[in-house]
């Protein structure tokens, strides 16, 4: 198979600074030689390449949008070719610096004390520590403001009850930031493993996401001190807050999942012959292709345009909303038209779309759901709520 060189019919690269193409430059090759060789056999097993970190860390891709406390300080455009990048190689690779970045780096540095900025923002820049971000639980997905986590002022402590479900990397993780109720109102909380009533088991059996940690986070009379909430947050725009910039970074890393798909099905497509011929040469095939294309070359320009109005400070929740709904979908139609080109080939594990398909059924899901996002621009539109 020929090399990944990027899908570039706008030429959009013409709008991205050069310091962006330098970083995007950088992820790519990494990818390529320390995510795509490795991947698949991780998928089997079930095991999250945690080895990668460090080298993520290293590269300075963790929190990579923050300014500060270790933090590369580049802009938004960039922290979204980040993501393009790790997930074309697996959206677990991408889920994990999403995780840390944007959900637990971010909330420290925008909700935190200047001592928890200044002991854990380094840290978990260079991946010497693992962050994860508690927000729903098994009876509130869609609807986090139900959440029954509780959490009770007793005297120079905060004591936790309650459990967490789906979270990414909970089982791995150092540092967790958990959103609870105290006199109920919503507050961020960060619990340390080996807090006493602090467990952490991994879930199994997922079919998707399958080179990422996925975990239960279970607090029985957790004892945490007090000067570990988040002090200058209230209430759900706490979390929310968070959710807006992993959202983004996942409108750009479903272009690097159909990107990965859509070279699939182009180099398979031009070496596979039936009839005599190519598959390549059928008008049905090249209109798959033309229409991956077409689909990869408005997501390029909408998370591109989103990620200036970043830059600029105007960006609003819903404009994300449609990015992250749109890319996600998209990127998920290319894998399944990807899987019909390969054939029966594009079921096995030698190829990568059967993976990108199954992972991008979570990123459809997680960081709120495609139809969620659909009720957010509903109501954009409408100006009436209709999730209630
Ligand atoms: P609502 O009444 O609309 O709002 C409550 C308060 O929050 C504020 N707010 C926001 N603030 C900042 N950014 C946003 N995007 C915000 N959206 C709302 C709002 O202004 C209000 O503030 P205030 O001061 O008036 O109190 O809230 P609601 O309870 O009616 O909920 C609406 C709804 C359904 C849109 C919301 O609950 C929602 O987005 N649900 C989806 C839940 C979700 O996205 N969960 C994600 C969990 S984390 C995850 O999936 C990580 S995956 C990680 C990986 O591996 O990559
Ligand atoms: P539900 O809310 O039960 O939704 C089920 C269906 O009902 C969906 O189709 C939904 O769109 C629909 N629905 C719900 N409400 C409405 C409505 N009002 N109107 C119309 N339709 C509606 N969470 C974290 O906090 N941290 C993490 O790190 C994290 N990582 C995750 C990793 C993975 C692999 C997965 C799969 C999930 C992760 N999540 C995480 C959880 C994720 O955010 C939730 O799964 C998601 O918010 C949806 O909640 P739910 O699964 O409970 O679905």
């Known amino acids: 198979m020929r090399k990944f060189d990027g899908v570039d019919l706008y030429n959009v690269d013409s709008l991205f600074s050069d310091e962006e193409k330098a970083v995007r430059e950088l992820v790519r090759a990494w990818t ?58 697996d959206s677990g690779i991408r889920s994990f610096c999403s995780v840390q970045g944007s959900l637990v780096m971010f909330p420290i540095w925008k909700h935190g004390s200047e001592e928890q900025k200044q002991k854990y923002l380094p840290k978990l820049a260079t991946g010497e520590f693992i962050g994860c971000f508690g927000l729903t639980e098994p009876d509130f997905g869609s609807n986090p403001g139900g959440m ?52 952490a088991p991994e879930m199994h059996g997922k079919h998707s996401l399958r080179a990422s ?71 049905l095939v090249q209109n798959k292709l033309a229409w991956m294309v077409r689909e990869i070359t408005k997501a390029q320009l909408l998370a591109l345009q989103l990620g200036r109005l970043k830059d600029a400070g105007t ?42 398909m199954a992972n991008l059924e979570s990123v459809k899901t997680y960081e709120g759901t495609h139809d969620i996002h659909n009720l957010i621009v509903g109501k954009w539109i409408t100006g009436i709520a209709a999730f209630e």
């Open 32 to 89: 390529e030689d320390n995510v795509i060789p490795i991947i698949e056999e991780h998928c089997r097993k079930a095991t999250f390449p945690r080895h990668l970190v460090a080298q993520m860390g290293e590269m300075g891709v963790l929190g990579v949008n923050l300014h500060g406390y270790g933090c590369a300080g580049m802009s938004n455009v960039a922290y979204g070719l980040i993501c393009q990048e790790l997930e074309r190689g």
């Open 148 to 199: 029954i986590t509780k959490a009770i002022d007793d005297g120079d402590s905060y004591v936790i009850n309650g459990a967490k479900m789906w979270i990414t990397n909970g089982t791995v993780a150092d540092v967790a930031v958990v959103w609870a109720k105290l006199d109920g109102v919503i507050r961020g909380f960060i619990v340390e493993k080996g807090d006493p009533g602090f467990t």
């Open 315 to 356: 960006v609003i929740p819903e404009q994300i909303s449609l990015a992250k709904m749109n890319n996600v979908d998209m990127a998920l139609q290319i894998a399944r038209e990807a899987r019909d080109i390969h054939g029966a080939n594009g079921i096995l594990d030698e190829y990568p779309v059967m993976r990108h």
């Open 213 to 283: 940690v996925t975990s239960e986070l279970v607090f029985q009379d957790c004892r945490i001190p007090k000067d570990r909430i988040l002090p200058h947050v209230h209430g759900l725009k706490g979390p929310f807050s968070c959710l807006n910039n992993a959202r983004y970074g996942i409108s750009w890393g479903a272009i690097g999942s159909a990107m990965a798909c859509f070279h699939s099905a182009r180099e398979y497509s031009l070496s596979r012959i039936q009839f005599g011929k190519p598959i390549a040469s059928f008008q």
